[in-house]
């Protein structure tokens, strides 16, 4: 089975351009989950996904930063325009819709440069 | 606001060595504490506990947490070389019915030296 798969593992722009970013799940899991790390500093979390719908976005650093997942599937961040306080790792990480047990999966991370 | 701390922030053994790592925690509404090692580059699980003085074990590693001085230790029993990894550990709240929404301590790098 694959596992929550991130794309690109690695990305740099300039100040002021646009990014997008590509979670795909772990195929049926109903939960989706972004979270970045800057540098030196914790993961934080971004927001959560239910399906399609934003359950949670409370983590969303401001306006610049767009997520998407239509139908259900996988989901896309945007950054637009990205600042250098953007750069950092960006997770995203997967679980099924029931019996929660605690364990996320992740993926291996989108990191992104910003010059 | 919610704070996780770890520590120690790094940690370097020897094989064969026990280590203990820390995490305290702050938060309003505790629903669980997690564990995570995070090898290269995706978090996988450990642990997830919600209940004081009752330890989660797999392996030669072990856990268990204090709800009333808010803390949780992970043990690991004769290290090898391949649980050299950043432990993390993560709170998760109550938030109704959404589940998932950790915050995370800065993690421990621990290193095991053959």
């Known amino acids: 089975e694959a596992g929550v798969t991130q794309f690109p593992s690695h990305s740099v722009i300039e100040k002021g351009q646009t990014v997008t970013l590509r979670c795909d799940p772990i195929?049926?899991?109903?939960?989706l989950y972004w979270y970045r790390r800057v540098m030196g500093k914790e993961i934080k979390f971004l927001l959560h996904?239910?399906?399609?719908?934003?359950?949670?976005e409370s983590g969303m650093p401001n306006n610049r930063f767009l997520a998407e997942r239509t139908g259900g599937t996988y989901s896309t961040l945007k950054v637009q325009p990205a600042e250098l306080e953007d750069s950092g790792v960006y997770f995203c990480a997967s679980s099924q819709g029931t019996g929660y047990t605690g364990e996320l999966f992740f993926g291996e991370g989108s990191r992104l440069t910003v010059l | 606001e919610d704070k996780v701390v770890q520590s120690p922030l790094s940690l370097v053994v020897h094989e064969g060595d026990t280590v203990t790592l820390n995490c305290s925690y702050e938060v309003t509404n505790f629903r669980s504490l997690l564990w995570y090692k995070q090898e290269k580059k995706a978090p996988t699980f450990l642990f997830m506990l919600?209940?004081?003085?009752i330890e989660k074990k797999s392996g030669r590693l072990s856990s268990i947490l204090d709800k009333k001085e808010l803390f949780s230790i992970l043990n690991i029993t004769a290290t090898q070389t391949g649980d050299s990894a950043v432990y993390l550990c993560a709170v998760e709240e109550y938030g109704g019915t959404s589940y998932g929404k950790l915050t995370f301590g800065q993690g421990t790098i621990l290193t095991v030296h053959p």
């Open positions: 195929s049926g899991h109903d939960n």
């Open positions: 996904f239910v399906k399609e719908s934003k359950q949670d």
């Open positions: 919600t209940s004081s003085g």
